[in-house]
C-alpha cells in the first residue's frame, strides 16, 4: 500500500513534467472515461475501476507507458520543439 502511494505521487510529478497537457485538456471526457474504465475492452462499475487503479499504480512503469502511448504523456527524450510539433494539429 505505501508503494502505491509513492507510485501515485511519482505519477503526479511525471504528469507535472511530461504530461500533454493541451491534449489533456482537449479531450477530459476521454481521459476521464479511460479513468473510469467506461470505454474499450476493460468496462467496470465505479468502485472496480478503484481498485483496478489501485492495483496499477504496484506497475508504475506499465502505466506510464499506457499513459504514453495514448499520448497524455510526452516520451522523455522530445525537446520543446518536438512537444509544439506534436501538438500542431489540435488546434
Partial sequence: ????????FKLCKILKTRGNW???L????????FILCRNGLIQ???FSAVLY???MLKG???????LETFG?????RLNDDDR???NKSLK
Fill in 44 to 46: 467496470k462499475p465505479f
Fill in 26 to 33: 482537449k479531450s477530459k471526457k476521454q481521459l476521464w472515461n
Fill in 60 to 66: 508504475l512503469d506499465i502505466l506510464v507507458w499506457r
Fill in 84 to 86: 509544439k510539433h506534436i
Fill in 1 to 8: 500500500m505505501l508503494q502505491n502511494l509513492q507510485n501515485f
Fill in 53 to 55: 487503479w489501485f492495483q
Fill in 72 to 76: 497524455f504523456l510526452f516520451s522523455p
Fill in 22 to 24: 493541451p491534449l489533456i
